[in-house]
């Protein structure tokens, strides 16, 4: 193999980056001292590397380079006692390197502390973060089975309201359960309302307008209402905040029938 | 040399001149700040204890000092702590799997990597993030993407000419 091809395998490269074994590695260092072409080469991948690396380098935190040079001092302390003969010096030295290494000792396990202490943390907050979510999921499959109940059981029927003039593209319906009395109430498309006013749903009993409760757009599902009985129609209209005794009919939105049976 | 003397203020020299680069190539590999700076701490400790195995004719003392820093960060990653925190960071950021995703992207971006990498061919750019950003060994890497270790040994050659034509070495 000549130069060239011995180049172009990328044996340098990984010379470079430490990925030889210690054979490959004798021979490439044996061949670079023969080889200027080789040694040329290899000072181009360096430098290239160096370049590579300079061009994405980050700075550390100021706090590396300090706490890097008393770690330092500390090292050549350690290894400036001097040590003779004498006992008395002796057991300082002694002491130096149990003071020393005691301190160490007390560094690591006080890190390994503080990860461990921030990791449980960690997993503390995560686990109760998963609780919450799972009741809050929880609570809303519950709502929806006894919403699926309502809306799937024989004893209630469902009446469909259609918008009126007022909003031609309105639409509700109300599930009502004539022998227990049961209303609730499902949103398929009303619109928004400002801060002041409120729907009120309308029962018309015996031809009559009786309060079946007020309402917020978007409940989520199906929305208890006041119990109801004898109904023949339901009616929701534009109310101020809370509800009114009697409804403003020119505010009606929507309204259905009993179906016949 | 002096610092072979183990003189202070020689490794002080090289940690402002060189703590940035090595950094950047931790920081790749480890993606935890504190613990990347930790290993940016203990690397500078080997390099003082061991400067007397560099041996000037084999090499730059920066390319001696780039695999002390590699080699050290890989360890970390192999560790069981970071093990640990990569399970933890895992739930916690399940949801945002995508976004931090998007981050790291933006962490090479930032620093000016990705303008000469988006310029290699991607097979030849694929092989230098792996190496150089996730930290793998040629073998890890031909293991883990079944291509022969020759073939990623070449492709690194390969993006070594480019790399060296954009970043104008001569």
């Given amino acids: 193999m000549n130069i060239e091809e011995y180049i172009s395998t990328g044996v340098l490269e990984a010379y470079v980056l430490g990925e030889l074994t210690p054979t490959q590695r004798l021979d490439v260092e044996s061949k670079l001292r023969q080889e200027p072409t080789l040694r040329e080469e290899l000072r181009l991948i360096e430098q290239t590397l160096e370049a590579f690396a300079q061009r994405g380098a980050i700075k550390p935190g100021e706090g590396v380079r300090s706490a890097l040079l008393s770690k330092l001092d500390g090292q050549k302390e350690a290894k400036v006692v001097p040590i003779n003969s004498q006992p008395t010096k002796l057991a300082m030295a002694a002491s130096v390197a149990i003071a020393l290494l005691t301190s160490y000792l007390s560094y690591y396990y006080y890190r390994q502390y503080q990860q461990t202490s921030q990791t449980l943390g960690n997993l503390v907050a995560q686990s109760q973060q998963l609780a919450q979510d799972y009741s809050v999921v929880n609570e809303r499959l519950d709502k929806m089975q006894n919403d699926l109940s309502i809306m799937g059981s024989a004893a209630f029927s469902r009446i469909v309201m259609k918008g009126t003039d007022n909003a031609p593209d309105a639409m509700a319906s109300v599930y009502w359960n004539s022998a227990t009395q049961e209303v609730y109430l499902s949103i398929h498309q009303m619109r928004a309302l400002t801060q002041e006013s409120q729907y009120q749903l309308w029962a018309i009993v015996e031809g009559k307008p009786v309060n079946a409760g007020v309402f917020d757009m978007d409940p989520g599902g199906l929305l208890a209402m006041k119990p109801v009985s004898g109904a023949s129609a339901f009616a929701v209209t534009v109310e101020p905040r809370g509800g009114m005794p009697t409804p403003n009919m020119a505010t009606m939105q929507v309204i259905g029938t009993m179906p016949k049976t | ?170």
């Fill in chain 2, 1 to 170: 040399m002096k610092l072979k003397a183990r003189d202070k203020s020689s490794l002080e020299y090289l940690y402002d001149n060189y703590s940035a680069a090595l950094f950047g190539v931790i920081s790749r590999i480890i993606r935890n700040e504190k613990i990347a700076e930790e290993v940016l701490q203990d690397v500078f400790l080997k390099i003082w204890d061991r400067i007397s195995f560099y041996d000037p004719e084999k090499g730059r003392l920066f390319t001696w000092m780039l695999n002390v820093a590699r080699n050290q960060a890989i360890d970390r990653t192999r560790s069981r702590e970071i093990n640990n925190d990569k399970k933890t960071s895992e739930l916690e950021s399940f949801v945002s799997a995508i976004e931090a995703r998007g981050n790291e992207e933006l962490a090479t971006d930032a620093i000016g990597l990705d303008e000469v990498l988006n310029n290699l061919p991607e097979e030849q750019s694929f092989v230098v993030r792996q190496l150089y950003i996730k930290g793998y060994t040629h073998r890890e890497l031909a293991d883990e993407f079944d291509i022969p270790l020759g073939t990623v040994k070449t492709r690194l050659r390969l993006a070594m000419m480019e790399l060296r034509k954009q970043l104008d070495i001569k």
